[in-house]
């Protein structure tokens, strides 16, 4: 199983960048893992909200393939702890032939095709964060996973 991370639009701020990048170095040693980013869609103030979601939807329907099972990373979701995150990931790397495909939205959530298109949601938190920070919230829980399916001593109870 791969594991893909799409999110909308590109990251700005270069603290951001660096620890993604040291965790998708990390992850690297267990589990192949890409983040592709979706370019911001162009001139959104002449785009009503629901058209700027039709539009990153139809983007991130794009990136999906035969076999993707798409997980949407939403606040409406189903909350995990990091123990119950990696058996679910466990459980993912066992019934997932092709790509688990997680995607973080832009700014008003997706559209109704995308959360047609999902398997399942996933709230990383009850809490909102800016979507340059989730990224690296998230791959960070997937390194913790992988470190706790691992037993190695990353994560403390």
């Known amino acids: 199983m791969k594991i893909l991370l799409l999110v909308i639009g590109k990251t700005d701020a270069p603290y951001f960048v660096e620890a993604s ?7 690297s ?11 911001d869609i162009k001139n ?6 629901d ?6 939807g139809e983007q991130i329907l794009k990136q ?4 993707d099972q798409l997980v949407l990373l939403d606040d409406k979701g189903k909350e995990f702890t990091s123990m119950q995150f990696a058996s679910y990931i466990e459980k993912k790397m066992q019934t997932v032939s092709k790509r688990l ?19 399942e ?3 990383l938190s009850k809490m ?9 919230i998230f791959i960070e829980q997937v390194y913790r996973a992988m470190t706790i399916l691992n037993n190695e001593p990353y994560h403390h109870e």
């Not at 959104?44 to 909200?49: D, F, M, Q, R, Y």
């Not at 058209?51 to 990153?56: A, D, I, P, T």
């Open 121 to 123: 949601k996933i709230s």
């Open 29 to 39: 040693h267990y589990i192949p893992f890409e983040m592709k980013v979706i370019p």
């Open 64 to 67: 999906l393939a035969p076999g």
């Open 44 to 49: 959104v103030k002449n785009l009503s909200i």
């Open 101 to 119: 495909v997680f995607v973080v939205g832009g700014p008003y959530g997706f559209s109704e095709q995308v959360y047609k298109a999902a398997l």
């Open 21 to 27: 990048n040291e965790y998708l170095k990390r992850l």
């Open 51 to 56: 058209q700027q979601k039709e539009k990153e």
């Open 128 to 136: 909102t964060f800016s979507h340059q920070m989730i990224r690296v």
